[in-house]
């Protein structure tokens, strides 16, 4: 059986790395990915899925953070509509409803979750002529947004598993959701696939990244703990009284001092004794001229922990100041959650499974993963989920070389790891649904 999964992954690479440039090309920010939408529900319609979710049947609304504005949704749609997104499920996609559910029912036996995120970065591609894009011809044609983290290799990684599992559906015992995760950058997507019960009853989930640096030779399936630090991110928007500063500063309310005091405070926040912790404040912005109190300031920021409890002390402590910055000087303050995760951590049977099925079975080469300084992923909320209620959780990477570091302009991957994606997924399924009873392990 993983002979000729071995075979049959191999036999996809053209057309993987024709989807992936595709992708690649139509880079979209979350909450804005319908043409990318639409071809996913598409593809996996054709492919024969018992079901295909998409629009509001993905995400519960009131869930999603940091969404757009509603200028920016239209501008979307109205672009999506341009370069060709499918009708069939484009409609689907308004407001922000993005993201896809595929479902294959396979009779009696456990549910394995795999999850794919779809989104880009706001960043310029690079015009570089050694950048593989330029040189192919599929760099982004969206100015400003390119996928630099490696997302449109994830959507394609997902698209062949999923046709993988469509052959061998005869040979599965259970049900394979895959989930193809609108807006994880800025963690603000997860949540609301969450929320909408997708991961209820779910026994294992999993999910990947692609990376390395230029410095990356091997091509290798990564494990380890999966930690990833929890976070907060938040906007904040102070409003106060404009005057005039020298004939009557005593009638205005400086929402500037508001902010600086803020942010002051918020750095000197004490550290957590049970968990490393961290805050910063990436954007400040006020005032409109150097004669007139401040009126208007707004915030940009951030808090992590390495634990949900010490993100959990952070945000508490951090609002607090918030609010009480803006009463010292009589200024409105108004919190707006822009994004969130857990502490992402994996579970350990599963994960020396995955490492045990991608060595032997596969034949890719696998490594160990040390705990570094983590980042945060909204994956967690899946991860969580699964976990408190008795199933399990693995979160890999798909290791290989790498042109640039994650959301940088030059960001590119050796398209091999595709073909070692599909490989790892597929695999890890099959042993999962080999029976009808969840494998003992």
Known sequence: MYYDLIRDAEALKEQLIKTRREFHRHAELGWTEMWTSCLIARRLNDMGFDQVLTGRSVCKSQARMG?????????AYQRAQSEGADPDFLSDMKDGFTGVIGILNCGEGPTVALRFDIDALPIQETYDPNH????????SIHNGIMHACGHDGHITTGLGTAELLVKYRSQLHGTVKLIFQPSEEGVRGA???????HLDGVDYVLAAHIGGTPDT???AIGTGTGLSLATVKMDVAYTGKASHAALSPHLGKNAMLAAATAVLNLYAIPRHGEGDTRINVGKLTAGSARNIVCDHAKLELEV????SESNDYMEAYAQRILEHSGAMHDCSCEITL???A??????????????DICRHKLGLSQVTLEDGAAGSEDYSYMSEHVQKHGGQSCYFSNITHCAGSFHNEHFDFNEDALINGVKAFTGIVLYLLENTTKPSF
């Open 217 to 219: 030779k091997i091509s």
């Open 67 to 75: 969404l757009p504005s509603k200028e920016e949704l239209n501008a």
């Open 304 to 307: 992590r922990g390495s634990t």
């Open 342 to 355: 857990r502490c992402g951590t994996n579970s350990a049977k599963l994960t020396a499974l995955v490492a």
């Open 191 to 197: 949540k609301s696939i969450v929320e909408n019960g």
């Open 338 to 340: 822009m994004g969130a």
């Open 132 to 139: 593989l894009p330029n040189q192919e011809g599929f760099r």
